[in-house]
DNA sequence: TATTGTTATACTCTATAACTATA
DNA sequence: TATAGTTATAGAGTATAACAATA
C-alpha cells in the first residue's frame, strides 16, 4: 500500500544537499579550499589520471576544472605532467602537501557529519547511510532506466 | 572507531540530488510543469498564503516565483486575490486542476522514485526514508549549528 | 519607517563553441 | 578524422537593488 505521507524524494534530497554544502563552507574556507578544488582532491585520491577523466568522475566537465587546476598547481597541491606515452594529455597526482591538506580537510568535514549522524537512530543511521552508498554508486543510466 | 570508508555525506547527496532531478525532468515535461512550478504547487498544499511566505518555504526567493506565479495562474492552476486584511499581500490558493495536474505528477513522480526504492534491502530503505524525513525537516539553523 | 509585491540589474555557475597540439 | 587540453563566449540560475503601494 503507497504510503502517500512522504515528500518526494527529489524534494528532501536536494534542499538537503545545499544545505549540507552551506553548513561545510566554512569548514572549506578554513581550509582554504573552493569546493570544487575539494571535489579534485577526492577524486585524485591515490591514483594519476587525466584531466578530462577526473572531470567526469567528479561530475564537472573539462572546461571547467582548468582554473581550479592551475590554483591547486600554484599551491602546490598537485602535479601535472605530460604523459609520456601520449603528448596531449597530462597526468594528474597529488603532492604530499595536497595530500595532507585533503586528509585534514576530509577528517574534519567528516567529523562535522557526524555529529549530525548522531542524532539518528542507530538502525536509521545505518541504512541511511547504506542506501546513500549505494544509490551514489549508481551510474546515472540505471538511476533513469530503472 | 571511525569508518575512513565512507565518502563525504554531501559528496554522495548532492550528486544524487542532481541525477535525481534529471531522472524527474522528463516526468515534469510530460505533465507541462517547470521544477519551480511543481515546486510551488507542493509548496501550497491545501494552505492558502502569501507569496513570501510560499518563497521561503520552498527555498526561493521572492523575486524569483514571481514568473513562475504568473505562469501557474494564467494556466488556471493557482488564484491570486488581494488579502482584504491587508492590501499589500496576495493571497496563493490551488485551483481544482492545480490540484488535479499536482496530485498526478506526484503519482507519477513517486512511482518513479517507488522503483529506485525497491531496490534497496527493506531495512536499508526504511532507515533511508526515516532518516531523510528528519533530516529534511530540520531547519538549517540546526543543521548548522550542531 | 517597514513590508508586499514587482521590475530591472548584476553576479555566479554551468554549458557550448572554437582553437592548438598531438594522435 | 578524432581527442586532450585550453580559451572565450553564451546561457541558466540566483541574488541584489530600487520602486510603488500599503501598513
Chains 1, 2 share one sequence.
Do not use: C
Not at 534542499?15 to 581550509?31: F, I, K
Not at 605532467?81 to 595532507?100: F, K, W
Not at 585534514?104 to 547511510?129: C, K, N, V
Request: hydrophobic share 45%; aromatic share 4%.
Amino acid at each position: 500500500m503507497a504510503d502517500t505521507a512522504r515528500p518526494d524524494l527529489a524534494a528532501m534530497i536536494v534542499p538537503l544537499g545545499r544545505a549540507l554544502m552551506a553548513v561545510e563552507q566554512p569548514v572549506l574556507d578554513a581550509h582554504g579550499l573552493t569546493m570544487w578544488a575539494y571535489a579534485v582532491l577526492l577524486g585524485l585520491e591515490e591514483s594519476v589520471r587525466t584531466q578530462s577523466a577526473l572531470a567526469q568522475d567528479i561530475g564537472a566537465d573539462k572546461t571547467r576544472i582548468i582554473p581550479i587546476l592551475d590554483d591547486l598547481q600554484e599551491q602546490g597541491y598537485i602535479e601535472r605532467r605530460p604523459d609520456p606515452d601520449d603528448r596531449r594529455a597530462r597526468l594528474l597526482s597529488l603532492t604530499p602537501e595536497g595530500r595532507r591538506v585533503r586528509d585534514s580537510t576530509q577528517a574534519a568535514i567528516q567529523a562535522r557529519e557526524e555529529r549530525l549522524l548522531d542524532r539518528l537512530r542507530p538502525a536509521d543511521r545505518e541504512g541511511f547511510l547504506n542506501a546513500l552508498q549505494f544509490l551514489a554508486a549508481l551510474p546515472k543510466e540505471e538511476l533513469a532506466g530503472e
